[in-house]
């Protein structure tokens, strides 16, 4: 299979790359300096110059604060790029897989989300992000994948921003003090996973349409931290934050968790998050200090 992976240099783009060429698929990886998805006819010359069965969109703006003030810039890789993508997929009869994000959803409820509730934006990031999701539709074969919190893979080791996990074990292995959200519900999910998840769901042959892609269970900052503590076997120590405490430019949904039930149903079984934390500290921390 020809796989064109956009924005691969990213934590989750990484481990998208790697799992498909372990895969024995043809890569190509894309990072932002050499496509630009938002620049509609250099999607257009790459792709058809491909041909790809498949494009995977990792590239987003992902900045939630900054997409505030940045509106514009939010809405053309989040949105329009998305478009682009999508248009010329559809010309090339390539299959988009379009990752988008929990902040569609206000937070205002108790039990996890599923792809039936109604998205309800509450910032400038989150509807750009839900305009992608639109926009992804126009490929006609589409998958959209919302994923959350995301944490590892190969991003780790090649510079690709952390996520919130990784600060947060960066500043327990240091001893430090860690501030964490206890109001903030949701579901974590390990790009290593969210990879897999996604290249069987391409096998699979299931409806076309938006999919929750995240590990399974839920936990609170203060409980993800508190369990990657207890596997390093080291002290946590934390300074507790809440949503009314931080004064962010941008709205955070307060209970973001997903569930992956709907990728279960079709044989496709996300680990439980604490599960996948354990994996990421071996694989990804523990091993990586030993180099």
Known sequence: MKVLVTG??????SAVTA????????V???VHAALDIVDAAAVERRVLAIRP????NCAAYNDVDAAESHPVEALQVNA???RALAAAARQ???ILVHYSTDFVFDGETT???VEEDEPKPQSVYAASKLLGEWFAADAARYYVLRVESLFGGPG????ARRGSLGTIVDRIMRGEVVPVFVDRTVSPSYTPDVAMATQALLASGAPWGTYHCVNAGSATWREVAAHAARRLGLELQIRELTLASVAAPAARPRFCAMSPARLASLGIVMPPWEDAVERYLAADVQSSDAI
């Open 53 to 56: 069965d498949v494009i995977v």
């Open 92 to 94: 090339a009869g390539a």
């Open 156 to 159: 780790v080791r090649t510079g």
């Open 80 to 82: 329009i790029g998305v």
């Open 111 to 113: 039990r996890p989300y």
């Open 28 to 30: 190509h990886a894309s």
């Open 8 to 13: 691969a240099a990213g934590l989750l783009g």
């Open 19 to 26: 799992a498909f060429r372990a895969s024995g698929d043809e």
